[in-house]
C-alpha cells in the first residue's frame, strides 16, 4: 500500500507565493514519476507539472500555463511544487499522483485559492 499526502494549500492574494508539499510513504519500490495536477470546479483534471524518470536522469513537464511561474523538485519521497506569481485561474484543488510500477497513486488534494 503507497500512502501520498499532500500539504501547503491555502488562501493567497494574486502575486503571491505558495509551497506544495508532496509526500509517499509505503510499498514505494521504483517510481517512475511524480507529478502535480489540479482540478477547478466545472473543470476536468489537468496536469500542472511532473518529473518523469528517463533513464538515470528525471525530466521536468509542465502546462504551459504555469511555465516560468512553478517550479516541481524532489527528494527522494516527497515532491514540491513551488508556486510563484499566482494569478486568480489557479484556484483549483491540487492533487498529487505517484507513479509506479505497481500502478499510480493518488492523494487527498489540497485546496489552493488565489483571490484578493
Known amino acids: 500500500q503507497v500512502q501520498v499526502v499532500e500539504s501547503g494549500g491555502g488562501l493567497v492574494q494574486p502575486g503571491g507565493s505558495l509551497r506544495l508539499s508532496c509526500a509517499a510513504s509505503?510499498?514505494?519500490?521504483?517510481?517512475?514519476?511524480m507529478g502535480w495536477y489540479r482540478q477547478a470546479p466545472g473543470k476536468e483534471r489537468e496536469l500542472v507539472a511532473a518529473?518523469?524518470?528517463?533513464?538515470?536522469?528525471?525530466i521536468a513537464h509542465y502546462a504551459d500555463s504555469v511555465k516560468g511561474r512553478f517550479t516541481i523538485s524532489r527528494d527522494v519521497n516527497t515532491v514540491y511544487l513551488q508556486m510563484n506569481s499566482l494569478k486568480v485561474e489557479d484556484t483549483a484543488v491540487y492533487y498529487c499522483?505517484?507513479?509506479?510500477?505497481?500502478?499510480?497513486?493518488w492523494g487527498q488534494g489540497t485546496q489552493v485559492t488565489v483571490s484578493s
Open positions: 518529473l518523469v524518470r528517463g533513464g538515470i536522469e528525471e
Open positions: 499522483k505517484l507513479t509506479q510500477m505497481e500502478g499510480d497513486y
Open positions: 509505503g510499498s514505494i519500490f521504483s517510481i517512475n514519476a
